[in-house]
């Protein structure tokens, strides 16, 4: 075992907590004594103990003298705990390799400073690119302070979401819907239409074998219209927020926020804009939004380059027909030179489906 | 070198001649004598020799005592060319290896029978399947009397094949359009309706880095609206086949085919139906039709259930418009059960762009 | 995130714990609670806490309810430690998942069977397979009570371990001796004949880049000839055992032992017998005996039948030579049908040296 | 079908005769007009029709305007057949593409001047590479005048030949044995000393399931000891040539001369000397020589730095022994350093077997 084998154990465990540890990144530990793993840990929840205070709490006394592998900077400032920097100085480490450096370039640094300075060996850069692939979300939030939007897009192979009937239900097959739980569990927060809501009813929460986390569930709902008998409203399995204009039924408002966990945002605009909601969001440490749709939600977030990451998965099936709704709605473009450029990341067969990942060219 | 590696050279002579021998199918040959290779050939094109009479011609006096190796059944009727068979017999072979034997019920088995009568050894079923892949036009119509149906699309990542304004061209890059030559080069035929002449004046040829064989052009045209000024009338580069219902203009009719290589099929119906073309050109000799649509006929072909593969090519771009076209057109289903199912054979890259290959469930 | 996900997880926290657990198995656990990790931990050496103990404790009151993932049936008599099945009884868990059952007969199913009867789910044989490699050493142990016995050697490609003249200093390269510190890491124990440490006055210490643990020093010295002076009777890095026959000087023998982790094992023999020295292991709670030469010693684990792995590290290198020494020395066999048959389990290329580890074929 | 895919073709032509046209190199053409092929060929055998003559026979008019695809330069010197540069001006082909020139330096580059300056156009380079891997026996000979070397070796995976009373028929398995015989389908010669010879009185024909070319063999016999009976001189299944020093019985030499295929080299010295036996081949148009032993012969070879290639078979047994025969005998060396480095080029499962090849390092 040298540096990158220890290095890449503290990545697998960071790893099996990404979606539980937001607004904090994933944050993997192991600490080395004389060839012997003596302490291993991870963060598990924001607000609970530090990756670093896991590991170096199993390593006990043999703590002194070891070399641990931290997947990111100690941090160095008093936060609901006490700096790692410190604690790694205290238990008398030897050498400390890190990943990556911290994002914020506020401190960025000042953890390794502050153990070098204590004449503890420091290392950096090691497996650097693995280590940020956990925390695509969180550098993004950084760097913007805005969260990192995904679009999520199901339909036939030939682009439709639904029958011209407007039959939706069920098009893709049980992989790509697991993954999409997958892919709830993984994000903060989950926006869809008030149409949506009247239409579907849809809960919005995270139902995979295991259970996992809820995703808060934001409502784009200019005039309020959210039925009050609504999933989202009385089954209390989640955040619910509400992002309506200035023209709202008061009344009805303080029926709903009477409900648990209904919160109204005001926005002082007869008609929202996304990049509003963005902001919001990110003031309310949201790092991460998956956006289901429907077609003119997914239109008025392309319109206004706000998004990400497009994830689309398609089914096997063929539904034709030029009035059925296709993937994206709204006016569109007149010149094939207006079309928003995109990389393929990746396509994935996904059981009888295929999932394509897919980002904007340039933002 | 053992059967398999000598069939599979003759497999890999044969890979190399398909969309150039229809209507017979790609085969290769290889005659070996005492762990020599005496004797390699393919069938070239319609009316030339066949493999094996290749493969002899090289191999001379050293044919007498070797193994033939041959990826189909030789023949034995008198076609354009004595029988393979009687050659083989002639020439004082020892043993005929064989992949498949003749697809044609009539004649299955018998070129084998004839030789195993003479004396000669006969194994067959040496890397079978692969040999099965190189002709699946010829089994398809061997088995059908009906060409082999391939349609073909372009569009954007979310089904779009052209702006609102209908701004169509250079969808799909530079990989695409080559694959897309290559589809020409190895089909018979290719389909497209008379909106397409009118609107694009297509040439509808195969323009490959070496040239290519130009398939022959079918354009439904029910009224015989095709103008005599277009690429596909006056260039001659490929025979022109133009299906028309009976009410057209005689007088235009006899124009269009005073040109070289235009031929009008009245068919007695007012609306042309998509089994009608297909039983006729089954009846001339075409195994293989690709359609390069637009919209509306491949939407015909999907409603008669009359295409055996479809061939997806998707640019990573983002057109969306509710009334942008979509791949398929018309009025499309109105339940999901209606879909039209497919199996998903393949996903390649194709440059930026992407390629999906699929055949519906069940025909 | 599904049951094989989370095990995964669990064993790749056990493998990095390989070397430093014995005589205890590698182990690792994973807590999950409605699809959040909680909890995760592994046994990191022998008197210290299990690996439950270590995830339950990280745990903390979200293990109530949870799920437990754990390479190996959780203990259910008091050893050191309590027992893990009664601590999982009273954190109140919901569910187990074990790969495999514990291989001691005497209390296999016993730790299960307690918790299945407090109500608490249990399933097993979750990716079984993976998590049984971890422990090979362990389970031969637990089923032979002999250590499993592991023969190395090193060569040029023709089988030569020297030159004629004896010079066999860094035959191999880099990659390989680095390789064979990491089999040291790994192995309980390693054993070399008294002829090598006279004339190589080795250390048979671990130097692995972050150090490892040293292996119990095996001395094979039927008269005692032991330099008093060398390297592993004086350097105290790691105990030493030396294996004499009967016939000793006593006096010697006095002064060695007074030397810091140096034991003397008389044997009541005069010419020592491999198996009589495995059985002393065992008894000694050594599981897994790495041998490293030279010819003759393995010569006579060879002739003795007395080996579960082979591990042959080629150098690139031609030396050639009648009397140069082979791999292995000795009489020999006389008729091929009495050769020693393996399975080669893999051949790894280890920087320009490859490496071969093979398997006896019965035993 | 690019550039790239017809000399694929062509290569995968010449490939198939890989063995069978020594002393000329393997070489295979394909002639495309159109995009499509109308002419394919190979050259089967020295003094038979050249590739380029096979496939414009086969492309006939077709020729007139196309592209031949040749896989080495076409000749431009009358030999057995005249110049194919000549034949390719005077069949007015439009365009050569060629994947190496001649390794010959008197003559490269004038087939191809030839060429260009009759107006055809000229290409150069594609696929050289895997091209040139077709000949390696023929570039090394062009380029030395002295054939390329072989060393095969078998023996038990601690590099035991045969055990201590010298049994050793059969150490390896089948499929190593099968893979012997295609070495000598490839190989123009076969080398074993006289005692191979007298002990075990092999063949040494190719005995593939078809067949296969036989190579001369070459015995080195220093003092014309080979009996008279033995298979080599009686069975005339392939040329037998005996190396043999200036002392010999000149009786018993007319004897054998007398025998069909059987010669005579007096090489005038005492000890005969591989590089003597090497050029003597050299002169008599030998392109390859394959040794196969025994331990004297190899470490002739090996001593005197003759040989281009090593390859060795081992079996998954031990055989042990101080004095069982080892791989390479004779007094070897003293110092490591004195080693001969080898490139180990690949490793390759063969059934139970292993196989690996290697070269040394400098020549
Ligand atoms: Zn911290
Ligand atoms: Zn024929
Ligand atoms: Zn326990
Ligand atoms: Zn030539």
């Not at 960071?14 to 963060?43: C, R």
């Not at 006394?61 to 790694?88: M, N, Q, W």
């Not at 929460?205 to 989202?232: A, F, W």
Request: hydrophobic share 35%; net charge neutral; proline share 5%.
């Amino acid at each position: 075992m040298n540096d990158q084998d220890y290095m890449k154990l503290a990545i697998d465990l960071a790893k099996a907590t990404i979606g539980q540890t937001s607004p904090n990144p994933a944050v993997g530990a192991v600490v080395v004594n004389h060839g012997e793993i003596v302490g291993m840990g991870a963060h598990l929840k924001a607000g609970e103990a530090h990756a670093e205070v896991q590991a170096l709490r199993m390593a006990g006394e043999r703590a002194i003298g070891a070399t641990i592998y931290v997947t990111l900077e100690p941090c160095s400032h008093f936060g609901k705990t006490p700096p790692c920097a410190d604690l790694i100085i205290e238990k008398e480490l030897k050498r400390v390799v890190v990943a990556s450096n911290d994002p914020n370039p506020l401190v960025s640094g000042q953890g390794l400073e502050r153990i070098r300075q204590a004449g503890i060996q420091v290392e950096t850069g090691v497996l650097k690119e693995q280590a940020d692939q956990l925390n695509k979300f969180f550098y993004h939030y950084m760097k913007k302070k805005l969260p990192f939007v995904t679009l999520k897009t199901a339909s036939s192979i030939d682009g439709k979401t639904a029958t011209v009937t407007g039959e939706s239900q069920w098009i893709t097959g049980e992989e790509s819907r697991q993954d999409v739980h997958q892919l709830r569990h993984q994000h903060d927060s989950i926006l869809v239409g008030v149409n949506t809501v009247i239409t579907d009813n849809p809960s919005l929460t995270t139902r995979l074998p295991h259970g996992g986390k809820n995703p808060i569930r934001i409502i784009l709902d200019t005039h309020l219209r959210t039925p009050e008998e609504s999933q989202v409203i009385k089954d209390q399995a989640a955040p619910t927020w509400i992002m309506t204009g200035s023209q709202i039924d008061q009344e009805k408002k303080r029926r709903l926020i009477k409900q648990d966990q209904v919160t109204i945002y005001e926005l002082p605009v007869d008609k929202i804009k996304i990049k509003d909601v963005l902001h919001l969001l990110g003031e309310k440490l949201v790092t991460s939004l998956l956006v289901e749709g429907g077609a003119t939600i997914h239109e008025s977030f392309i319109k206004e380059a706000c998004f990400d990451e497009l994830i689309m998965y398609f089914a096997p099936k063929i539904i034709g027909g030029e009035k059925a709704p296709s993937i994206f709605g709204g006016i569109g473009i007149s010149k094939l030179s207006q079309a928003i450029h995109m990389n393929i990341e990746s396509i994935e067969r996904m059981g009888q489906d295929f999932k394509v990942t897919a980002r904007p060219e340039r933002r």
